[in-house]
């Protein structure tokens, strides 16, 4: 029997789904710890159980299906989907960055907020760029770009460049990409392989994330192919990507930017796979986030304006998702802005505490003497973890440096204990953003543990870090909760709230294109918070008029409450804990490439391809010559994705301004080929 292996790793676990590849039909599902510190420990043991090799030891890890022994040698694919890329990107995380910035001025770090994006990473502007016939506009300062990478190189892990009009004519971009790996041997992201679209600021931003994402997609595809070798998996590895596609780990290697919302492109195959839905909100609630799209007569949109998470607009061509920082496993905090006090949730993901417990049960004793001293401190019920192997980066501040090294070797520390100052609780959450260390404290998770609706981990370590949070005082005075059970149920009421207010963005975006409506509208958050029903004068309801298919692992626990807000029906679906594995292995391959023609002046046609521009006299000509080299570009993409058997189709868009009497004016035309392939392994695109 032929069989697909999908893999779906999260910021809390990771999934793994066997199936048939003659049917699709799902033969055994199993799910392990992501192990953030190692992950191929997590990959390894979520892969072997879905195999049969190994049985889970404890309930943190379990399997559902058959339970026989399946043959190594029958698996012919291993699709890996993951939400690191998009948990890094919500979270700000991820390796520290150079961006090259080629002809712009400094103030373009205001558009698209582009510098809020960038924070700390060294930003270095050169003279250059094209205009937007592809001529040049400056002459590229090469001397200078020598000198910035040699001062910036050992400050950073990875280099972006975004050069003006790159898309138009990207030499400056190839020169400098050649600069930098010449004198750095570091990897180069330039925004001209990652998208042909107009909008420097766009660009660039896609550029840096997808250098910040390099080092742990790298990770990640590593301990994957460690852990195949291991077991013996001798087969093809291959990646999601945010549309839902498939390409070759070498491919998401170079181009880990294309990865975000992989783990939510595969859940929404995975959940259009499995529910019986053609039109419904899906709702995939994980550790970190909980993405939503919405499904329309058995598919689901691809976003027009590029990926958005977190806030941030991409040029990354991606399923039309909206991604917020809800999640099972988000950071609960007590905010002192407006309004006061305020419960506050995520968009930080921190391990739960009562998960801290069954693996460090030496937090429960600390959390006890914590609790009974006399005044409560914001660092209670708070711990750290280090991620780092055994020496701090290179490229880390001082402060930043010195933390490190504390966190390395002390292991898994209370706040309280290691960060006294504010210079080091700094360094500490710089370090939590750049994936270094890894915060524990009281989530949504502890909560559910405490009022009793799941309880695999370690219930006494959640009670304690509720007691100690509800006892925290706002700034009148008051304390936040009376209770453990109070705090939880005020936890779980903010995160059923906030996911509801979400759906409701969301709904109303697809209506008529507004962003936030409900987030930015106090009558329909205060219907959403059933404030209403308790008035005696006004009431007034929201009713959501598609069923939810929910989908994670804590999906059964958290959307009866949410579907309950929004006055709808629910679904879950079999196997919706692990749907993106499922996802993931059910994909195929497709790539595009497109080239635009203009025209600079009478009786000059430009077409602007991927190497540079050519000019030809007739517009026919240059249409057959942007047919060729897209084509030819769209088909080596999806050969290097893996595709063996590829069929594309061309597309031509002409832009023509209308004179009257008859006549128009070519403005602009936009050739796309587009190439459908498959793997030898699954035919069956």
């Not at 700094?426 to 994936?435: F, P, Q």
């Not at 598609?546 to 709808?568: D, F, M």
């Amino acid at each position: 029997m032929r069989t697909i292996l999908g893999l779906d790793t999260g910021g809390t676990f990771t999934d793994a789904a066997i199936i048939n590849a003659e049917d699709s039909s799902v033969i055994r599902t199993s799910k392990s710890l992501t192990t953030r510190q190692d992950l191929s420990i997590g990959v390894g043991n979520a892969m072997r159980f879905a195999l049969g090799i190994e049985a889970p030891s404890d309930l943190l890890n379990y399997i559902s299906g058959t339970h026989q022994k399946l043959a190594i040698k029958d698996i012919e694919l291993v699709c890996l989907s993951t939400t690191l890329a998009t948990n890094s990107i919500v979270e700000n995380a991820g390796s520290h960055v150079a961006l090259v910035l080629i002809g712009f001025a400094e103030d373009a770090l205001e558009l698209g907020k582009l510098g809020e994006a960038i924070g700390q990473n060294p930003v270095i502007f050169i003279d250059g760029g094209h205009k937007s016939d592809g001529t040049v506009r400056s002459p590229l300062d090469t001397k200078s770009l020598l000198q910035a990478i040699k001062s910036t190189a050992p400050q950073v892990s990875a280099f972006a460049v975004a050069s003006y009009f790159a898309t138009r004519n990207p030499e400056h971009e190839i020169i400098a990409r050649d600069y930098i790996r010449g004198h750095t041997q570091m990897p180069v992201s330039c925004s001209h392989e990652l998208s042909a679209s107009l909008g420097g600021p766009k660009r660039a931003l896609t550029a840096f994330f997808n250098a910040k994402l390099i080092s742990l997609l790298e990770k990640l595809i590593d301990a994957t192919q460690q852990q195949m070798h291991q077991i013996g998996l001798n087969c093809k590895l291959m990646v999601v990507k945010g549309d839902g596609s498939l390409v070759s780990a070498d491919f998401a290697r170079e181009r880990p930017v294309e990865t975000i919302l992989s783990g939510p492109a595969a859940s929404v195959t995975g959940a259009a796979f499995l529910a019986n839905q053609r039109t419904a909100i899906i709702c995939d609630i994980g550790g970190t986030t909980t993405d939503i799209s919405i499904l329309k007569n058995g598919d689901v949109d691809l976003s027009e304006d590029g990926a958005k998470i977190g806030g941030w607009s991409t040029m990354i061509e991606a399923v039309k998702i909206w991604t917020s920082g809800i999640g099972g496993d988000s950071e609960l905090h007590i905010g002192y802005d407006s309004p006061p006090s305020a419960i506050k949730l995520g968009p930080r993901r921190a391990l739960p505490l009562s998960l801290l417990g069954a693996q460090f049960p030496a937090c429960i004793s600390i959390m006890e003497q914590q609790l009974l001293a006399p005044i409560a401190l914001a660092t209670d019920a708070r711990f750290i973890m280090p991620l780092m192997s055994e020496k701090a980066p290179s490229w880390l501040a001082r402060s930043e440096a010195k933390m490190a090294e504390r966190l390395i070797k002390n292991g898994i520390s209370a706040i309280a204990d290691i960060a006294d100052t504010q210079v080091a609780l700094g360094a500490l959450d710089r370090l939590i953003s750049k994936g270094l260390a890894q915060l524990s404290c009281f989530t949504p998770t502890d909560a559910v543990h405490i009022l009793g609706s799941f309880d695999i981990y370690n219930k006494k370590a959640a009670i304690l870090g509720a007691q100690l949070l509800a006892r925290q005082k706002d700034n009148k005075g008051q304390i936040i909760a009376k209770s453990a059970e109070a705090l939880s149920q005020i936890c779980l009421d903010k995160l059923s709230f906030e996911s509801a207010l979400k759906i409701s963005d969301a709904a109303i975006s697809e209506d008529d294109g507004a962003e936030n409506t409900a987030s930015n509208t106090p009558a329909l958050k205060a219907a959403l918070s059933n404030r209403t029903q308790q008035s005696r004068l006004l009431q007034h309801d929201i009713r959501l008029l598609s069923p939810i298919i929910a989908l994670g692992a804590s999906a059964k626990t958290h959307y009866p409450h949410i579907a309950e807000r929004l006055n709808t029906s629910l679904v879950i679906p079999e196997y919706a804990e692990v749907a993106g594995a499922i996802g993931a292995a059910i994909g195929s391959i497709h790539q595009h490439s497109s080239i635009t023609i203009t025209q600079p002046q009478e009786g000059v046609f430009r077409v602007h391809l991927t190497t540079g521009i050519e000019d030809f006299q007739m517009l026919d000509e240059a249409i057959e010559r942007a047919k060729q080299a897209a084509t030819i570009v769209s088909e080596q993409k999806a050969a290097k994705a893996g595709a063996t058997k590829t069929y594309t189709t061309l597309f031509e868009h002409i832009q023509r301004a209308d004179l009257g009497a008859g006549k128009s004016l070519f403005i602009e035309a936009v050739i796309t080929a587009k190439t459908a392939g498959s793997t030898t392994s699954n035919p069956n695109v």
